[in-house]
Nanobody, 122 residues
Framework: VQLQASGGGLVQAGGSLRLSCVASGRTWGSFVMAWFRQAPGKEREFVAAITWSGGRTNYADSVKGRFTMSRDNAKITVYLQMNSLKPEDTAVYYC????????????????WGQGTLVTVSS
């Protein structure tokens, strides 16, 4: 599985951005895609995940109510709609994938895309 993330950029606090991640390869069955982020000087952390079948989602507490993850099965693409952005959301955002159950730990994901930088100015 190969992942290609895009959509990062510079936005003012309170603004919105939508990230996209296109997957190539086998995505049927128990396939889960997720977003993680890594801020400067900090460890990579879980943001959100979605199951490919069923579309069940899971969010980090820090983004609940502001971020929404969705999928387009036909395009094999997941999206992360980020609203009410805060300066603390500034980070490189990574798309990840795994076969299996919903997961939130970095080590549980086997496939990673390149990061896309999101910068939120105050």
């Amino acid at each position: 599985v190969q992942l290609q993330a895009s959509g990062g950029g510079l936005v003012q606090a309170g603004g919105s951005l939508r990230l996209s991640c296109v997957a190539s390869g086998r995505t049927w069955g128990s396939f889960v895609m997720a977003w993680f982020r890594q801020a400067p000087g900090k460890e990579r952390e879980f943001v959100a995940a979605i199951t490919w079948s069923g579309g069940r989602t899971n969010y980090a507490d820090s983004v609940k109510g502001r971020f929404t993850m969705s999928r387009d099965n036909a395009k094999i693409t997941v999206y992360l709609q980020m609203n009410s952005l805060k300066p603390e959301d500034t980070a490189v955002y990574y798309c990840a994938a795994r076969y299996g159950l919903m997961a939130t730990m970095i080590e549980e994901y086997d496939y990673w895309g390149q990061g896309t930088l999101v910068t939120v100015s105050s």
